[in-house]
Structure formats: structure tokens, C-alpha cells
């Protein structure tokens, strides 16, 4: 099975109360595209600048994670600078420069066009649009976004959503895209866009699903004593769904919530 | 079954940012013994003053709820006051009053003697003790408690911990408690004390199990639109334990951490 994702390839500088690290790698596709090649062939659609370290070229490469979409342009990466509070489930974000993906139009090598799976990770709105647009018809098509993008791109967002089987989003994004307070009356508002599925990513305590058709689905998370750095967990999250072809909720666990 | 059960009958003053409610039936015992009602009998040893309203009496008598050892003293019924945050899953407790509490002495009736669970619901640890002392030889010992006697009453709480299976806290009690941030390692401490299991509870994300012997088990909760009052959430779910004969976790979802 094949994974097409677009998303974005950072350079990320990250504070916890605990640690710094300055310029690793991060971004949302890299951390997806890791975990997917776990289970699948990866078909990477991303940009990254002229600055990007070789070393990182080469992780990617070590996987079975296809680079032939990945462009290196002149100018800077994409950058995240990001700081987490003691509860590491909160983070702020101190600053974003999107470098070489402030003009960026991808373009799908042939090989990309027999993937079964699309995910847009989290990046720019119309980039996902345009990927979703020149993209195969694949049997699933899952989104996920940030904050970042919530309120200045709503529209643009608004209108990928309404092309997708499948939302990620965390409780928080739930509150700020719906407005509403109670998660299942914002997952009801999400699901009058079109949406198959919603799932909603609560950091340390798991993450739910919710079904257009009432199922309901709770994935607990493995307790872990230290935690150095949560970035990209929900990336990597959602990377580890395709290993039931995208359909890990297709167990005996799910049941149905009446009248959702 | 049948469960003996220890612990406040209230009256309970209640603030949210919806609603407020004034002396309405509260307690921890009053949650458990409602909820344990469902599937056992109930042997609920309290106590209340003689301002506690005949209506709450009729309520308890009206469900498999033995109140032969429930005694009404001249003086005032506990009252706790409390007010909730935006967010359901904080609160600050305003008042509590002990009333008839302060200087209150259990008598085990004689029908008592059979019972084969024993829950030590959230009241001073020196009653705790007494109950504890005085109980038959139950098949499992519960024990439940709240952030009042963490600090003021450690040492005496720290011996009941020592002589129960399993106990019941939230995430923000065993930090309390324990003084370690990562939850792991705090139930780790709580092992040390002699516990078999330790019961996390996590407000509106559910409730996780530990094991002494690695056993771990997440249970999710069942997602509601409204919420009006979550005051007794965790002493019903306490209540709801006794399914099983207190042992819910004796299932095909359970499975073993290394190295707890």
C-alpha cells in the first residue's frame, strides 16, 4: 500500500521546561512520513530550502519514503519555533516563517499517482487544496491542520474540509473552528460539512473518533514516565493510522452512540 | 453481593457557570451507594444531623440501600460548597463543614458482617481506620479519598493506603500526594505502600488501572453533550466498580506493562 501526504518539512527550535533544541528536524510530514513508513510506502510531496542539512535528506531517504515530490528551492526552510509549559500537553508557538512554501506549487511525479491514501498534514490551506485537486482518487483522504491556519485561512480550510473523508483535529481546534464548547455538538457542526469521520486528538489522554454514522471509538495512549519533547505527536498519530489501511477502527471496541 | 460502604451523606451547595443548586443530596457515600445499587446490595454506614430532610432518607430507602447503620445525631448534616470553572473538570471547594462528622463513631449492625466488598469513600482517614478495623475479612478493601485530607491527614491516610487493595485518585491527587509530576512514577510510590492497584481517574478522559503485577487498563468515558453537575462522578464510577464484584478490569482489553 502507498501513502500520498503533503505537509510541511521545518526546521524546528523547541523549549520544554526540561530541554532546548535548536534547528532539528521537524514539520508535519516528516513526522507523518516516519511513522508510515512503518507499515507502508510513503509518497512525499513537500518543499524545503537551500539551508536544509544533508543529514535529514539522508533520514528520510534510509525509509521507504519517496522524495521524488520533495523540491529543494532557493531560500530558507520552513521554521517553527515553539515553547511548551510544564503541563507539556500546552504548548505556544513564538514564531513560524514559512520560507520557501510562501510560493510553493507542488507538482505530483508519475510514480505518486497509484497511492491509495492521501493524507494533507498540516500546511497551508490552498497548498492542500491544490494537492487534493491534481491528487488520483484514492479510496481514503484524511486532514489534518493547526491553529495557525483556524481563524487567517477559514475559508480556504473550510473548503478542504468539505473534499475529505476523514478530520484531525485537537479538542482545542475543535472549540476554536465550531465555537462550541461541548466536543460532540462541535463534531455534529464538522459533520454537516460532509465529513465521514472526526477525530479528535486529546495529547496525553488519547484520541476520540466519531462517526457520521454514530460510531464511537476511544484509543487510549501508552503511559510513558519522561516525556522530552511531544512535537509532532499528533503527526506520528496519525502516521500509525494507516496501518490498518487507514481503517484501525474497524475493530470489535467500536460501538454506536445513539443519536450523534 | 453485597458492599459495605463508608463515608459522608451531604448536603451540597453547588456553582457552575449554568446553574446553582443550594443543599441538595450530596456525600461520596450518597453517589456510591446509589450507583453500587444498581447491581448489589448496599450496607451504607454514615452519619446525619437532624436538619437532614426526609425526602433524601425516602430516596435511599426506595433503592437495595441498607441504612441500619446510618445514625441521625442532634446537630448539623456535613455540607460541602463548591463552584465549578469553565472547563467541568476544575473546580475550588469553598466550604466544607463537618458537622455531625467531627465527633461521629461507626456501629457495625449485625447484618453488616456478610459483606463481601468494603469501600472506604472519601471521609477523615481516622474513620476510614475505625471502619476498616471493625469490617469483616471482605474479599477487597476500596479506598477512595480527596485533595481535604492529603495534606492535614497524610499520616493517618497513609496508614489506611497501607492496609487496602485498591485505591482511588485523580491525577492531580497523586501528584498531591506523591510530589512526582509523571503519574507512572507516582504509582510506582503508591505501590511501595503495599497497594495492589492504583485507580487513576481523569475527570472527562476516563479512568486508567495499574497493577502491581503490570496490569494496565484504560477506561474511556461515554461522551455527553450536556453537563450539568459533575459533582459524585468519580464516587458513582466508584459505585459502578462493583459490576464486576470489583473487578471490571478482568477483561480481554487489559494488558501488561513492562517494567511498572
Chains 1, 2 share one sequence.
Request: proline share 5%; net charge negative.
Amino acid at each position: 500500500m502507498s501513502i500520498l501526504v503533503v505537509g510541511s518539512v521545518a526546521l524546528d527550535t523547541v523549549e520544554t521546561p526540561f530541554n532546548r533544541v535548536e534547528e532539528v528536524l521537524g514539520g508535519a510530514a516528516s513526522f507523518f512520513s516516519t511513522a508510515a513508513s512503518l507499515y507502508s510506502q510513503v509518497n512525499l510531496v513537500a518543499v524545503v530550502g537551500s539551508d536544509f542539512p544533508q543529514e535529514y535528506l539522508d533520514f528520510l531517504r534510509s525509509r521507504p519514503i519517496n522524495l521524488d515530490g520533495l523540491q529543494i528551492l532557493d531560500g530558507p526552510t520552513f521554521r517553527w519555533v515553539g515553547r511548551y509549559h510544564m503541563d507539556m500537553n500546552a504548548r505556544d508557538t513564538l514564531d513560524t516563517q514559512l520560507g520557501v512554501y510562501a510560493g510553493f506549487h507542488p507538482v505530483l511525479p508519475a510514480g505518486y499517482l497509484d497511492s491509495e491514501l492521501l493524507f494533507l498534514a498540516n500546511i497551508q490551506p490552498e497548498l492542500q487544496m491544490e494537492v487534493l485537486q491534481a491528487a488520483p482518487r484514492t479510496r481514503l483522504t484524511v486532514l489534518d491542520t493547526m491553529e495557525l491556519w483556524i481563524m487567517p485561512a477559514r475559508e480556504q480550510l473550510t473548503e478542504v474540509m468539505k473534499r475529505v473523508d476523514v478530520l484531525l483535529l485537537s479538542e482545542e481546534e475543535v472549540r476554536q473552528f465550531t465555537g462550541k464548547a461541548s466536543i460532540l455538538k462541535g463534531v455534529r457542526d464538522l459533520f454537516a460539512l460532509g465529513l465521514k469521520y472526526v477525530i479528535v486528538k486529546q495529547g496525553s489522554y488519547g484520541a476520540l473518533l466519531f462517526g457520521v454514522d454514530g460510531t464511537y471509538f476511544s484509543a487510549p495512549t501508552y503511559p510513558l514516565e519522561e516525556v522530552s519533547d511531544p512535537t509532532g505527536a499528533g503527526d506520528s498519530f496519525a502516521g500509525g493510522l494507516s496501518e490498518a489501511g487507514g481503517c484501525p477502527w474497524q475493530s470489535d471496541r467500536l460501538f454506536r452512540l445513539r443519536g450523534l
